[in-house]
């Protein structure tokens, strides 16, 4: 494993980290989940990225990886960066929703009981909330941060100048944003609109959700969709309707590309968000063993030169 500073903090993160959106809920196979986390730990991956929400049901990842720490890692606390958040949906009634003291802080004392740990190593606030004003979320997580309850804070889904906001008013509390998590991958660029110059000058981490575009930019749906994947879940993020003609046409340029680079698509797609400077980690999900093993080589060919990312730019404006 790769282990890169995240912004102008003290703390590494793997160049690969898992999350546990899907395949950890109540209605997956928990000896699946238990040997995907062993081997992601095997493999150098020392950050697990939850949030309160994961499931289904909204709290069952928590609960499942409460109980693979408790069973197997409860020694590895100190090796481990466990993240979780809180700003979507959790429960109806007023309270359970968005950026308020009052949500912020019951929800991360419940991750707590789920995960069975006394602190996060890093909490977020998973989106930004409209109504409340920032200056009490920022001070949500500021107080978080003295109470002991989490060791460092950071943000997901804020645009660029929410972001600018958000760290400025972190730093003149004293408890500086270590990390930003925004969606990036070939087919989600946003981050490259500005969002990336502000990480760089206000020195935060960055960690990339979805960087495989939940499956598409992998050699998955290329004979179809397969029963056993995403797009064929009841439950799953990506929709059927998602998985079109139009992407398939691109994603098997790319795999062609990959393939002559010796790797699978997935590791190309790895590389590719691994490529900027500012991007501290990526952070993948799986459902299944081989394919953290499939993800982690990629470390052995991550360099890509300026010709192939030129073909990668043709290919995805084709
Ligand atoms: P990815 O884009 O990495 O998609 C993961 C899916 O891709 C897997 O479930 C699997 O699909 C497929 N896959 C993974 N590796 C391989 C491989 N080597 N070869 C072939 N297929 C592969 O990420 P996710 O969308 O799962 O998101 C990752 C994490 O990001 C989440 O778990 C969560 O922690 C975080 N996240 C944060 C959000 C936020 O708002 N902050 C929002 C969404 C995610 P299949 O299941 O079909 O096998």
Avoid at 30 to 48: E, N, P, Q, S
Avoid at 68 to 86: P, V
Avoid at 192 to 215: N, T
């Amino acid at each position: 494993m790769i282990y890169n500073r995240c912004g102008k903090s003290g703390l590494k993160l793997p160049a690969l980290s898992l999350g546990l959106w899907h395949n950890f809920g109540e209605v997956d196979d928990f000896k699946t989940a238990r040997a995907m986390a062993l081997r992601a730990f095997d493999l150098g991956i020392t950050h697990f990225d939850l949030a309160n929400n994961y499931g289904p049901p909204p709290g069952a990842a928590e609960e499942t990886f409460g109980k693979i720490l408790c069973s197997d890692l409860a020694s590895h606390r100190d090796d481990l960066i466990i993240s979780s958040k809180a700003g979507y949906f959790m429960r109806p009634g007023p309270y359970g929703d968005l950026g308020s003291r009052k949500y912020l802080i019951s929800s991360l004392d419940a991750s707590l009981r789920r995960l069975r740990i006394d602190y996060v190593d890093i909490f977020y606030h998973h989106r930004p909330d409209p109504d409340t004003p920032l200056e009490e979320t920022m001070g949500v997580l500021d107080q978080i941060v003295r109470s002991g309850k989490a060791l460092y804070v950071g943000i997901s889904n804020y645009d660029a100048m929410q972001t600018r906001q958000a760290a400025r008013m972190l730093k003149s509390l004293g408890t500086p944003c270590l990390i930003h998590q925004p969606k990036y991958s070939m087919m989600e660029r946003h981050l490259e609109g500005g969002l990336q110059q502000v990480l760089r000058e206000e020195g935060i981490g960055c960690i990339v959700f979805s960087p495989l575009a939940q499956g598409l930019l992998t050699d998955r749906y290329l004979r179809g969709i397969p029963k056993d994947s995403r797009a064929a879940k009841p439950h799953g993020f990506l929709k059927r309707e998602q998985v079109t003609n139009e992407k398939l046409a691109r994603v098997r340029k790319l795999n062609d590309l990959a393939q002559r680079r010796g790797q699978t698509l997935a590791q190309l797609a790895l590389a590719w968000v691994l490529r900027l400077p500012e991007v501290t980690s990526a952070l993948i999900g799986a459902s299944k063993v081989a394919q953290i093993e499939d993800s982690v080589a990629m470390l052995k060919n991550k360099a890509i030169s300026p010709e192939e990312l030129r073909e990668m730019e043709a290919i995805l404006n084709s």
